[in-house]
């Protein structure tokens, strides 16, 4: 699948990042960098985003990509036969839902203009809305001429003839392999390397492959980086979205008491988890923002292992080992949890097990429920009946996360209400500008960074081995992809 809207694999989408373009591409920091479009201004009120297309921009069949492009793409997705991953992901749009809904024959909110520019106008200010838009790939409106909606994921522009605007060009596919050449017209400049081939190789890793050169970067599960870098080739990671909490209900005395979830945090050796779980091909978290990210403030605490300053502020907190048994009380009673986790889910059962291991060292007895998923939501998100749970959040790169810790989202069950942070989650979302937003988020990581909601825990590490002769090739938080024009080959 060569269509971006519709490719759902791993593989495919690999394939896409360097076919396709966007108007707008992450840099290390998540931060907006000119693609498609050159440059973009945010109106007054941040509900208009103008983007001015790079006047080199061309489709891999010469024509030059155009705002009416832009449009088309977003039509796509916001029209009602439209059934890929981005259904729901431009509803802000204004009149989007009014298109979705077949009450109007155009997107309101979506104008091509004159000299190379595309204006999109939002229902209301949403601060995700920049990256939101400037992330979706573009696709060429005349390789779809007369192609309706619902027939463009079987058509041959996605499936044998795919033009893009990306480095690299289509140029063959055999059984287990994709050949793209270089696109020497390219925007962003000339590619140095003539071709790059993906080819599937085997469920293994092949470490020979690597080490003579057949293959140049390989997907690797952590548990195998270490013989990768024993064998002397290169390793590249970045975080995985998907991130792994222990979720904390606030309602609950004396879980209210933020030294008491301080001390938990501190009581958890996360380095020995992800050593343990994850060959230490894991990140740990300070809050729920990408690392390295705009949103992200620095000097976060990043609660180290640390059991004499959780007995500390358990005992601060009232609660400690009075009797000398190797148990704190509370209350006259012994300090006990319950850790409800999703038995079926992948290491959760291990996890749940090390968190448990981890506080009962600082005298904390944890009971560690193994569930089924169902129940376990229903336990967490509608009864909120509950001490503690694990699960897994997945990152975005925006840093808003009104849905997950708004005060009145559906999916804060740990109850966290705090009007400092509910307004600047509030204002955050309210503006487009990122240097605007940029302090906003700042204030409010560190509040969320000390109040701790969640213990976070770690992001384990997409991880790839590149092979020696592979040069210029770099990582963000969203993968590798970016920049590949810039890789070359030593001879």
């Known amino acids: 699948m060569f269509n971006p809207l519709f490719a759902a694999d791993p593989a495919d989408r690999e394939i896409n990042a360097l076919l396709h373009a966007s108007l707008l591409r992450p840099g290390p920091d998540l931060a907006p960098r ?34 009416e492009d832009v449009v088309f793409t977003f039509q796509t997705v916001l029209h009602r036969d439209y059934r890929g ?39 209301k200010p949403y601060g995700p809305a920049l990256m939101a838009i400037g992330s979706l790939p573009i696709l060429p409106r005349h390789a779809f001429a007369g192609v309706a909606v619902k027939d463009m994921a079987r058509a041959a522009a996605s499936r044998e003839r795919p033009v893009g605007a990306g480095p690299f060009r289509f140029s063959s596919r055999r059984q287990n392999e994709v050949e793209l050449v270089r696109y020497e017209p390219f925007y962003g400049g000339r590619p140095h390397l003539d071709r790059v081939v993906f080819a599937v190789i085997g469920p293994r ?68 988890m992800v050593g343990q779980l994850f060959a230490g091909h894991a990140t740990l ?11 992200e403030a620095p000097g976060l605490d990043p609660y180290r292992h640390d059991p004499n300053r959780a007995l500390r502020l358990l005992a601060e907190a009232g609660i400690a080992d009075k009797d000398g048994d190797g148990r704190v009380e509370w209350s006259g009673r012994p300090f006990e949890l319950n850790l409800l986790y999703d038995k079926g889910a992948p290491l959760a059962p291990e996890l749940a097990g090390l968190v448990r291991d981890q506080l009962r060292r600082v005298g904390v007895n944890v009971y560690i429920h193994g569930l089924e998923r ?33 005060q009145e989202a559906a999916a804060n069950a ?10 600047l989650l509030s204002q955050g979302a309210a503006l487009v500008d ?11 990581s560190r509040l969320v960074n000390a109040e701790l909601p969640y213990l976070f825990l770690f992001a384990p590490n997409q991880v790839i081995a590149v092979s020696a002769r592979l ?17 070359w080959v030593a001879r």
């Open 34 to 67: 000119p693609g498609l479009a050159r440059t973009y201004a945010v109106s007054a009120d941040q509900r208009t985003i103008v983007f001015i297309l790079d006047k080199g921009a061309r489709w891999h069949d010469g024509q030059f990509v155009a705002p």
């Open 85 to 123: 991953p981005y259904r729901d992901a431009f509803l802000f749009i204004e009149g989007a839902r009014e298109f979705r809904d077949g009450r109007a024959a155009v997107v309101k909110g979506m104008q091509a203009l004159g000299d190379g520019a595309v204006a999109f106008t939002l229902a």
């Open 205 to 272: 890793l092949d470490l020979a492959r690597l080490k003579e050169g057949v293959a140049d970067v390989v997907r690797v599960n952590p548990a195998d980086a270490p013989a990768v870098e024993r064998a002397g080739l290169g390793v590249r990671e970045w975080p995985d979205p998907g991130y792994y909490y222990v979720g904390i209900n606030m309602n609950y005395r004396p879980l209210d008491d933020r030294r008491v979830r301080q001390a938990l945090a501190y009581a958890l050796d996360r380095e020995a």
């Open 285 to 295: 978290l300070a809050g729920p923002v990408p690392p390295g990210s705009w949103g």
């Open 374 to 406: 169902r129940e376990l939501l229903d336990r967490v998100f509608a009864r909120r009946a509950f001490d503690l749970y694990l699960l897994q959040w997945k990152m975005g790169m925006d840093p808003d996360v009104s849905a997950v810790f708004g």
């Open 414 to 423: 740990v109850s966290f209400k705090n009007k400092r942070a509910q307004e």
């Open 434 to 444: 990122v240097p605007k937003r940029r302090p906003l988020y700042y204030e409010w």
């Open 471 to 487: 040069r210029g090739l770099t990582v963000t938080p969203v993968g590798y992809a970016a920049g590949a024009e810039g890789w």
